[in-house]
């Protein structure tokens, strides 16, 4: 089956083409980084703008690189949420209009679900799974009892990580995203702030980064008022390390606790080279599967490959009439 999937949920627009939702036969992201960087955050209407002079041309290249005619096509996917409306739009407006004109069925995607899918592309998901699912938008521990049964463990109470990633850097100077350069000036750096483990002792799956973030920025502000130098390496391993201890460990605990068969780390966040290092040495019985770091952050293999799944078990109808969610929260397991 043949899959074409479109994914402009926040500021990469891209679309992919995906047989039996393993394969990827061609992938475009076209990603508005450098623009938002300016404004040191992804500024909504900017990116609604980027998606819609980009998007036909991302899709005829994508179609064009699979070397698949149309007539292969076998279905449309799009995310329809979560995620900023008028980006979702842009997608959602150009894979119906698509789908319609050559008279394709079409699904709406959750793009969190995309982000689980995107470790089935090379591996094989075993269920039941757990899986941390960390981005810019998003922290949440799941679990994945089937294909396309997934239900919430915990979630932030507050920021998400690589939200909290961005601000730190933001105070340290550092370009956005900050993920990427602050994992790996902490790559550089010793733990030595000693900053707080927030909910660490707490049996439960929830997160809280936010007092953690503040805890840098206070640090960071009181030792511009004393005129005292701010050790940047050593900033972000502390910090690193006090995520990373949280993520580890909460993940570790969920994992026992349901009896995973596997451990799934997905999201942008999950490109962390410290996380990536740390968690395979920290939690040693389990199987854990990342996806490669261009399937991390968004792309629309993702909602290819989920979507072949989600298409197994609820079909797909000639339905054009999708609309775009900003939240899709998860039902929490009983
Ligand atoms: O999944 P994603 O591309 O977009 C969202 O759906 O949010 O994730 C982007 C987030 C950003 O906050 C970015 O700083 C973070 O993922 N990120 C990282 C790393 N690479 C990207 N965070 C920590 N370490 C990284 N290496
Ligand atoms: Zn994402």
């Not at 083409?17 to 990827?24: C, E, M, P, R, S």
């Not at 008279?103 to 982000?115: C, D, R």
């Amino acid at each position: 089956m043949i899959i074409l999937a479109v994914e402009s949920s926040c500021d990469e627009t891209s679309v992919a083409l995906v047989k039996d939702g393993k394969d990827v036969l061609s992938h475009i992201i076209l990603s508005q980084m450098d623009i938002h960087a300016i404004y040191g955050g992804v500024v909504p209407e900017i990116a609604s703008r980027n998606h819609v002079v980009h998007m036909t041309r991302v899709f005829e290249q994508a179609i064009e690189n699979s070397k698949i005619e149309i007539k292969d096509i076998d279905l449309v996917a799009v995310t329809h949420g979560p995620g900023l409306i008028g980006s979702l739009l842009v997608g959602i407006n150009a894979a119906t209009a698509f789908a319609f004109a050559h008279q394709k069925p079409i699904i709406g995607v959750n793009h969190l679900v995309g982000h689980l899918y995107a470790a089935n592309i090379d591996n094989d998901i075993k269920f039941p799974a757990v899986a941390l699912l960390a981005s810019g938008g998003h922290t949440e521990l799941l679990y994945m009892k089937d294909h396309m049964d997934i239900k919430l463990l915990g979630t932030t109470l507050d920021d998400a990580v690589g939200e909290a990633y961005d601000k730190v850097a933001r105070v340290l100077g550092l370009p956005y995203p900050g993920g990427p350069i602050v994992d790996e000036l902490a790559l550089k750096g010793v733990d030595t702030y000693h900053l707080p483990r927030p909910f660490l002792d707490k049996n439960e799956h929830n997160f809280s980064f936010s007092g953690l973030k503040s805890a840098v920025i206070n640090l960071v502000h009181n030792a511009h008022q004393k005129g005292e130098e701010v050790r940047i390496n050593d900033m972000c391993a502390s910090f690193q390390a006090s995520v990373l201890d949280v993520l580890i460990e909460k993940t570790k605990h969920a994992a026992k606790t349901y009896e995973a068969k596997q451990i799934i780390l997905a999201g942008g966040v999950a490109a962390n080279k410290g996380l990536r290092q740390r968690i395979a040495k920290e939690i040693p019985n389990f199987e854990i599967i990342i996806p490669k770091m261009e399937y991390c952050t968004d792309n629309a293999a993702m909602i290819g490959a989920a979507a072949y799944y989600q298409y197994l078990k609820e079909g797909a109808t000639k339905n054009y009439l999708i609309s775009g969610y900003s939240t899709m929260p998860f039902e929490k397991i009983t």
